[in-house]
Each structure stands twice: as structure tokens, then as C-alpha cells.
């Protein structure tokens, strides 16, 4: 089955605690890409991939860190979270950025930070 | 400036009164407009994209419709089981440092059909 994986589902931390989110796709899409979604602000992209060792920040990637060392796994870094990034988090993945370029979600990660 | 506005932001329906809900959106060199639908605690699932203006795509109750500057989500005679978050995204808006398009999403419709 065609799936985006994340993982943690749900994550609960303290300020300043290193975490990591995992993202996995099996459909061999090159582009992939992580989101905040947060009441009334919708979903903001905080980075991107377009392949394997190339990434590039989207709108909000202050205070995130990603890396794409294989085509299937995007994890997303919070090298020292804060209350401000408690949101939910989606990583999507497509297959391109030309006439494929819909996105597919994983279930999301709600974060809090305390 | 890139952005999709989308509107009304909640909508309450009798099963079997067909509405429409709207995205308009300002980017430069529209590439695709995408329409999600997104379940409560779960992640936005694809429905259509559009590329061009006088474009349709129908899939069940759903119809999407696309102009120059804003689409429409039309849905005819709903049932309990189209009440979600309908989400419209937008593909466009090079970013010339990385020769990369941005995906603008808008903050949905509330949609709620009452049996």
C-alpha cells in the first residue's frame, strides 16, 4: 500500500529536549516536504527536498533542522524545541514538482512542548 | 504577495442541499490548483488538481471548477459522510534561489452536513 509514514504520532517534551520525527515514503516520490498546521494559519511548509541531498528551507524553518540522506526518509529536527512549536506536524510526500506534483500526507505528529 | 484565500470558513448543510465553496488565489505563474479533503486527526487526502482555467474535474458528490483567479468546490446533494476540512493548495511562485515553486495552502472549509 502507497503510504507516508510518520513517526511519532503523538510527542510530548520540555523545552530545549533534541527530537527527532520520522518520515518515511514508499512510493519513490523525489519530492518531499514537512508542514505546521496551526488553527487559523493553516498549513506552512518549513522545508523542503527535491531529492536525495538536496533541501532547501520553506516558509517557518526557524528553530528546524532536516536532512535527506536516502530518497524514502525525510526526518525532521528540533535541535532545542520551544512552547512556540507545539503544533501539529504533517510530512507529504509527491513525485515530483511538474504535472505530478500532488501531495500524499502522513497521519501527523502533535507535538507540545512545555 | 502568494496567497490562497478560501471561504466561507465553516459550513453547516442539510443533507441534499447542494453549496460551493471558494479558493481564490493570487500567485505568480499558477502551475496546478490542488484540492484536499481532511478528516479530523488525520492527514489532508487528494481529490483534484487543476491546471488551467475553464478546467472541471468531477469525482461523486464533487465537482472542482477553476478561473483565472479562484476555484470552486461544488458539492451536490451531501451527505454526513462530506463533513470534513476541504483544503486548497496552489503550485506557483518560483523561487528563483532554488528554481523550486512554492506550495501555498489556504486554511480551509469547515464542512459539517447535518442528516
Known amino acids: 500500500e502507497a503510504q507516508v509514514t510518520q513517526n511519532p504520532r503523538y510527542l510530548i517534551t520540555v523545552t530545549g529536549k533534541k527530537l527527532t520525527v520520522t518520515c518515511s515514503q514508499n512510493?519513490?516520490?523525489?519530492?518531499m516536504s514537512w508542514y505546521r498546521q496551526d488553527p487559523g494559519l493553516g498549513l506552512r511548509q518549513i522545508y523542503y527536498?527535491?531529492?536525495?541531498?538536496?533541501?532547501d528551507k520553506g516558509d517557518v524553518p526557524e528553530g528546524y533542522k532536516v536532512s535527506r540522506k536516502e530518497k524514502r526518509n525525510f526526518p525532521l529536527i528540533l535541535e532545542s524545541p520551544s512552547p512556540n512549536q507545539t503544533s501539529l506536524y504533517f510530512c507529504?510526500?509527491?513525485?515530483?514538482?511538474?504535472?505530478?506534483?500532488?501531495?500524499?500526507f502522513g497521519q501527523g505528529t502533535r507535538l507540545t512542548v512545555v | 504577495e502568494d496567497q490562497v484565500t478560501q471561504s466561507p470558513e465553516a459550513l453547516r448543510l442539510q443533507e441534499g442541499e447542494s453549496s460551493s465553496l471558494n479558493c481564490s488565489y493570487t500567485?505568480?505563474?499558477?502551475?496546478?490548483l490542488f484540492w484536499y479533503r481532511q478528516d479530523p486527526g488525520k492527514g489532508p487526502e487528494f481529490l483534484f488538481t487543476?491546471?488551467?482555467a475553464g478546467e472541471e474535474k468531477e469525482k461523486e458528490r464533487l465537482k472542482a471548477t477553476l478561473t483565472k483567479k479562484e476555484s470552486f468546490l461544488h458539492i451536490t446533494a451531501p451527505k454526513p459522510e462530506d463533513s470534513a476540512t476541504y483544503l486548497c493548495?496552489?503550485?506557483?511562485?518560483?523561487?528563483?534561489?532554488?528554481?523550486?515553486?512554492?506550495?501555498?495552502f489556504g486554511t480551509g472549509t469547515r464542512l459539517k452536513v447535518l442528516a
Open positions: 527536498s527535491m531529492n536525495v541531498e538536496v533541501t
Open positions: 507529504a510526500s509527491s513525485l515530483n514538482q511538474g504535472p505530478r506534483a500532488e501531495a500524499f
Open positions: 500567485v505568480s505563474g499558477l502551475r496546478g
Open positions: 512510493m519513490n516520490h523525489e519530492y
Open positions: 493548495a496552489v503550485q506557483g511562485g518560483l523561487r528563483p534561489a532554488s528554481g523550486t515553486y512554492k506550495y501555498i
Open positions: 487543476l491546471y488551467s
